[in-house]
């Protein structure tokens, strides 16, 4: 009755101090919310061979980032570009000095969806169980991930089309293929690599290791075309292109 009394009344005799823990003692005890970890990458294949692109689903991936291979696309109302041209896709392709493409297993990207599809997709420990802990190759994969690179094979290269499927953006996905392209440059001893993009891809390509020409040059776009013939031909400026900023060790050859 004394205990039952001094509870009530807000507060406990000595005796009891002893057992209960300190105030400091349970704040440390509370464990923080844990900080949300990046979004790590599924597993990928990188293939630098151009007979691995399928052009149907490259022509699908340029879809689905909603990407042109025009400098000024034709925009619907939808804001979605125009569907790239499967010849032009075709010939880009085959006469690009470097081709990187990224694959990986078509249910990482089911598993973007509800669970249940998670569970339709699950099989067993039969057949589609063995294909799902198998390796991820080109050939078994789909295609989330591409960029090109056009190069004179002597001095200088530029990077076009670097795209990454929406669901799976965010994973460093976009930069293992450019560090592939650029490596595969360098291999060959071209160091003077620029890239042509927009405004909402400078913070990426920075990432990449590319930054501004540090001789201030400015890309100037050939302005006429084939509907717009005129005898007063001319160049406008596209903005300033990013350059890839080698190691310190390399500046000085």
């Known amino acids: ?6 509870v009530h009344g ?3 005799p000595s005796k009891f101090h002893t057992s209960l ?6 704040a440390a005890q509370i464990k923080p919310s844990p900080t949300p970890r990046p979004l790590s990458p599924p ?27 025009h400098r000024f696309p034709t925009i619907d109302a939808a804001g979605r570009v125009e569907p790239v041209d499967e010849l032009k896709l075709r010939t880009a392709v085959s006469h690009s000095s470097v081709v990187v493409s990224a694959f990986t297993k078509p ?4 598993t973007q969806s509800s669970t249940s599809a998670k569970l339709a997709n699950f099989v067993g420990i039969g057949g589609d ?31 076009y089309d670097v795209m990454v499927h929406p669901a799976l953006q965010g994973r460093g996905i976009g930069r293992m293929i450019v560090q592939r392209i650029i490596r595969m440059l360098t291999n060959r001893d071209i160091y003077d690599i620029a890239a042509l993009c927009t405004d909402k891809e400078r913070l990426f390509f920075r990432a990449c290791g590319f930054g501004d020409d540090v001789l201030g040059s400015t890309t100037m776009m050939y302005a006429r075309s084939a509907s717009s013939y005129s005898k007063n031909e001319q160049m406008v400026s596209a903005g300033r292109k990013l350059l890839l900023v080698p190691p310190p060790r390399e500046l000085t050859k």
């Open 1 to 6: 009755m004394a205990v039952a009394t001094a």
């Open 10 to 12: 807000g507060y406990l």
């Open 21 to 26: 823990p300190s105030p400091p003692k349970i």
């Open 43 to 69: 597993s990928i294949s990188i293939s630098k061979n151009p007979a691995h692109v399928n052009l149907i689903h490259l022509r699908e991936l340029y879809a689905i980032c909603n990407h042109s291979c």
């Open 107 to 110: 249910e990482f990207l089911t």
């Open 129 to 159: 169980w063995i294909r799902k802990v198998a390796p991820v190759t080109p050939e078994n994969g789909r295609l989330i991930g591409f960029g090109r690179a056009v190069s004179d094979l002597g001095l200088t290269a530029s990077i």
